[in-house]
């Protein structure tokens, strides 16, 4: 049903100073892979076929990334790592799969989804920040394309946050419930405490209806000064619905530190071999608290 995702990458990763100078804050690794790769994989598992990075100055490793390498690619066959070859060829995405587009300057989400409306159809589509890391028995995306019907609109992931986080993110007007889908009546940006609607905050994934490209096309900046992304879908209501989905899994901020630690923690484990070393591991510098 989606068939196109959007992957906003032009952020400048402050948080992350000094390590995102000069790497972009969508590759760093968590465990093994980078966040961006994360991200397209989970978009591939839900049927994506088409990935529009949006990128900017400072961001072009994001595109070797996912470029083929003839040297590396011939000297893992020469040595017969065929594992490791077979890895970073199926990470690659073929030119057709792969479009890069500019976001001129720092406008906010919604400008940036609007940098690639000259290559979006008549279509829904899919956006994935990569940011957002999420661990899961199927992939959030996927569960979400599955979950989708006509009647749902704009769709987005949604989790409950604490009090003191709503600020941070776009928060629900609860309409009603019905399992895991929560049908909107509004949605707000960034709410200071005293005025959120709920604690049911936007989490990185959408499935976005084509009309919103021309809702964002005259949308005035919002909170931040920037082109919101929310207030797009806020402006579609209530012609266009909008559905929250309540997914299964757990979530990683990893724009902070202390999230991008716990991801890295959380898909360590995965691996129950590193969860047998990693017990042991963290106990010691935890018995031994011993800050330098
Ligand atoms: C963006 C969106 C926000 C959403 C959040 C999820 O905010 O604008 O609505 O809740 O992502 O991570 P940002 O984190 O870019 O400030």
Redesign the pocket.
């Known amino acids: 049903m989606v068939k196109t995702c959007i992957l906003p990458v032009a952020g400048l990763g402050s948080r992350f100073l000094p390590a995102t100078k000069s790497i972009p804050k969508e590759m760093l690794i968590v465990v093994d892979k980078p966040l961006i790769q994360y991200a397209v994989e989970e978009a591939k598992a839900a049927g994506v076929e088409r990935f529009i990075f949006v990128t900017s100055q400072g961001k072009s490793a994001i595109e070797d990334h996912f470029d083929r390498l003839q040297l590396l690619e011939q000297t893992l066959a020469n040595r017969e790592k065929y594992d490791l070859l077979d890895k970073i060829v199926s990470n690659s995405l073929e030119p057709s799969q792969a479009v890069y587009v500019r976001q001129p300057a720092p406008l906010g989400?919604g400008h940036a989804i609007l940098c690639a409306r000259h290559l979006i159809e008549e279509e829904s589509f899919a956006v994935i920040?990569a940011d957002?890391l999420i661990l899961s028995k199927t992939p959030c995306l996927k569960q979400m394309t599955d979950a989708y019907n006509a009647e749902d609109g704009n769709m987005v992931a949604t989790m409950v946050v604490e009090p003191d986080h709503v600020s941070r993110?776009?928060i629900l007007t609860i309409q009603d419930e019905n399992g895991r889908k929560i049908r909107a009546s509004n949605v707000v940006?960034k709410p200071a405490i005293d005025k959120a609607p709920s604690r049911s905050?936007?989490?990185?994934r959408y499935i976005l209806k084509h009309e919103i490209l021309d809702t964002l096309s005259n949308q005035p900046a919002g909170a931040g000064s920037e082109i919101?992304?929310?207030d797009a879908i806020q402006r579609m209501l209530p012609n266009t619905p909008l559905t929250g989905y309540t997914y299964e899994g757990e979530r990683f901020d990893c724009?902070t530190k202390r999230g991008w630690l716990e991801a890295n923690i959380a898909f360590a484990c995965q691996d129950e071999n590193v969860y047998a070393h990693l017990v042991p591991m963290l106990k010691r510098y935890v018995d031994n608290y011993n800050p330098r």
Not at 201 to 204: C, D, E, L, P, T
């Open positions: 989400l920040l957002d993110y776009g940006e905050a936007v989490i990185g919101q992304l929310t724009g």
